[in-house]
Structure formats: C-alpha cells, structure tokens
Nanobody, 123 residues
Framework: QGQLVESGGGLVETGGSLRLSCTGS????????MSWYRQTTGKERELVAN????????NYGAFVRGRFTISRDNDKNILYLQMNNLEPEDTAKYYC????????????????WGQGTQVTVSS
C-alpha cells in the first residue's frame, strides 16, 4: 500500500517563501505522476501543479503565475513544491497526490493521497 507524507508547511508573512516536501513509500515512485493540490474550508480541492514521471513536463494552476516550482527526486522518492512570493490567498492545506503507474505493466490503476500540510500566509 502506497503512502505519502507531506512536510514543510507553516506560517509565513506575505511575500515569503516555503518549500513543501512529499515523501513516497510502498510504491514505485518513479512510475507515478505526482501532483500538489490545495484546499480551504468550504471550497473544492484545486490543482496547484503536477509533474510527469520523468520530471520534464509540468503544469500549474492559473493562480500560480510563476511563483511556484514543482520538482521531484526519483532517487529519493521525494516531490517538492517551492513557493515564493506567497500571498494570503495561498493559505490552504496542501496535499500530495500520486497517480499511476505509467510505463510499466500493472494489474490496475492506483491513486494515493497524503494527509496534507497547512500553509498559512499572514497579511
């Protein structure tokens, strides 16, 4: 059974930076597309960014506007989200997601979620 554990959240002032990490275990990390989502109370979970298995293709939510960078280290099974120039509107719980596997034979499709890490940006 796959497991994802996020870390790196916290309280930061407007304009500050944070780097989130997500460590995967129990599955072949390098065969899974990885994503960061975020959610605030009363709102649907929204995609922040995703990255393909090899790390060469990325996509970002429109609200990112060049402030965040998603990356992965397949040797260490870690997904990152570098967040710069944070705004109060970025306050949310951030979740890591793994979707796959791709490029290998598998009996079925799997999707894993972490428990989330809270990011709070003060104005």
């Amino acid at each position: 059974q796959g497991q994802l554990v996020e870390s790196g959240g916290g309280l930061v002032e407007t304009g500050g930076s944070l780097r989130l990490s997500c460590t995967g275990s129990g599955f072949t990390f390098s065969s899974y597309a990885m994503s960061w989502y975020r959610q605030t109370t009363g709102k649907e979970r929204e995609l922040v960014a995703n990255i393909n298995t090899g790390g060469r293709r990325t996509n970002y939510g429109a609200f990112v506007r060049g402030r965040f960078t998603i990356s992965r280290d397949n040797d260490k099974n870690i997904l990152y989200l570098q967040m710069n120039n944070l705004e109060p509107e970025d306050t949310a719980k951030y979740y890591c997601n793994a979707d796959g596997p791709f490029g290998v034979a598998a009996p079925r499709h799997y999707e894993y979620w972490g428990q989330g890490t809270q990011v709070t940006v003060s104005s």
